[in-house]
Each structure stands twice: as C-alpha cells, then as structure tokens.
C-alpha cells in the first residue's frame, strides 16, 4: 500500500543524507569496479568454453523437450511406484490385515537402564 504524497516525501526529506550516501556509494562502486576490473571481452573469452557448452546443452534440452514431451496426466503419481520400491514401502506392507495382526504378539519395550 503506498503512502500518501506528503507522508513519502517527509520520509524521504528525513532520509536525505542517507540516501545520498547510499547513492553515492553505489556510484563509487560501479565506478573503481568498471575501472580496476575486467572489461567484458576479457571475461567472455575467458568463459567461452563454459557458455558454448552451456548454451549447447540448453539447446539439446529444448530439442529433447519438443520431440518427446512429457505426459500429460498423472504428473503427481510419476514415480512412485519407483520410489515405494526403494524406500521399502510397498501397498501391502502399509496396512495389516486383521488375521495377521492377530497371529503376531505383542512387543513389549525393554526395561529402561538403571543408573
């Protein structure tokens, strides 16, 4: 929600100093980077390698992507079949039927150690 004119401007009369230092330090900063820094030409050919390959394997992705799309339905259910099996947990290990429930006796938890 913005604030009225006048509430914005006071805030910003408040402010000034600080905001001219901000600015002027983000000016220094792109100035002394711009100057000691590389210039663009040798940062490219530099990366090249890095951005040919890049740009390659984007391309490849976006080729894959046209040819075979992946499907449309079940987008939430991929998977997990695969991830059932090697977690474990497969359907009928979730929930025990009554008879096998019934067979298993009960484990009681050890006696806590005396110290």
């Known amino acids: 929600m913005a ?6 401007g006071e805030l910003v009369w408040e402010y000034r100093v600080q905001a001219a230092v901000a600015v002027a330090f983000v000016a220094a900063a792109a100035i002394s980077i711009s100057a000691v820094g590389p210039n663009l030409s040798a ?8 951005l040919l390959s890049t740009a390659f394997f984007l391309v490849a992705v976006s080729v894959l992507l046209w040819i075979s799309p992946p499907p449309a339905g079940d987008a939430d259910e991929s998977g997990k079949e695969l991830i059932d099996f090697v ?7 979730l929930v025990p039927d009554a008879a096998a429930a ?4 009960a484990v009681e ?3 806590e150690p005396e110290i």
Do not use: D
């Not at 604030?3 to 914005?8: E, Q």
């Not at 019934?102 to 006796?105: E, L, Q």
């Open 43 to 50: 940062v490219v050919s530099f990366f090249w390698p890095l």
């Open 87 to 93: 977690a474990g947990c497969r359907p009928e290990h």
């Open 109 to 111: 938890a050890p006696p």
């Open 3 to 8: 604030a009225p004119k006048g509430k914005l």
């Open 102 to 105: 019934a067979a298993v006796p």
